[in-house]
């Protein structure tokens, strides 16, 4: 049966009235129609491809090599990132499936895998889809907790083949890991032979960083975010995910991984990947067109980060006010989709929060969903997640109205 919250992607969409702040997805407004159309209109005006039939056929195994040259450039220009090649970059159909495939290759039912609690839903998902045994450790505002106790009872203890993280702009609690303990955790690769698996999908999406550029204005709280896990390929036990789906639109299914070149090839040998021709030539092709002259870049920084910026701002400030201190806290994130509130009071249960919030046109997943076992659930039961993503300020506004009034009906039903 589906989790409470967890979002059903057939639902009924002619429902227009409730607010679903649970979805993690951008509202229509943010898909870049006009630079998408043109793109793809290249794509049909390429005579040369279309003779060589490079975007009509079967393509390569590790991805149409034009558009991995186009990440290359990508990531220097975003990433600073300077020593990477294309053959260090693997063409993926988004990051849900190279996940899939990773667990395949690199994996075996019983292994041991780490993930932050909290950590991204659907990961889980896949991971329990592939019969791997899950632990978690906990997170705190630099990201993953590196102590002497995960290295002493988790690392050297349970022995995990991986560890799977979200590092910048964490689903669902917006954290960032903090550039030591990215070291940390590549040298401890090193050390403990486990595989990490960096999901950096929300890495371009950094409003602080744009702010910081636009107006000028040095606030002392905002920092330069780390270097991309990508920059740490040269280890051979690193693979960053990064996806156009958070930064196009979801339905290009595309994305890229960043490894080894022994890893990349390792990948285009996978023998779905191999028998399917690559992953999505004709889409590569749209998108490599909007690399090649900045317009991808251009409507990251011009559109999304100041949007997504002007949305999370009111999403957090309307939350602040009308809950205050005293009742919840948040922690305001620099980028990303994602808030993550946690009610001080933790006898707060989000489940039954969120059927009364239903009631009233709002949805929002409760904390429970990112966590892998009864024990981590309980610990995660006060909170909940909000994407800022999915609606714009006039609707985020009403939502918070509509989630004040769900816990107001909460509370007096509790104390009954």
Known sequence: MMD?????????QSDTTTIKLHKGEPDKTMIPFDLLEKATQKVFADEKGRHQRTYWTYGEDEGNTELRHQVINFLRHTCA???????????????????????????RAGDTILVECPTYSYGLQ????????????????????????FINDVLERTKPKMVYIVPTFQNPAGITMSHHRREQLVQLSLKYHFLIVADEVYHHLDYEKQDHNSNGIDHDRLVEHPKSFAAYHAAGTVIALH??????????????????????????????????????????????????????????????????????????????????????????????????????DTGVDCDQLLIIARKYGVTFHPGRLFAHDEEAKAKLAHCLRLCFAIVDCEQLLAGCARLKQAFEEYKNITLQ
């Open 4 to 12: 409470i919250g967890l979002e059903d992607r057939n639902e009924n």
């Open 81 to 107: 990132i300077a020593t990477l090649s294309y053959e260090n970059i693997f063409i993926t159909n988004g990051t849900s499936a190279i996940l899939d495939q990773i667990c395949t290759m690199f994996l």
């Open 126 to 149: 896949i991971f329990r889809d592939h019969h791997l045994h899950i632990i978690s450790y906990s997170v705190d505002d630099d990201g993953l907790v590196i102590d002497s106790t």
């Open 243 to 344: 996806s156009f789906s958070k930064i196009l639109t979801p339905a290009l299914r595309l994305g890229f991984a960043c490894a080894s070149h022994e890893h990349v090839n390792a990948m285009g040998r996978y023998g779905l990947i191999h028998s399917g021709g690559g992953a999505n030539p004709f889409v590569s092709g749209i998108v490599a067109r909007t690399l090649e002259d900045g317009s991808l870049k251009k409507f990251i920084d011009e559109k999304l980060c100041v949007e997504y910026g002007k949305r999370m701002t009111v999403l957090y400030n309307e939350l602040m006010q009308i809950f205050g201190e005293k009742h919840i806290t948040c922690r305001r994130p620099s980028g990303g989709y994602f808030l993550w509130v946690k009610f001080n």
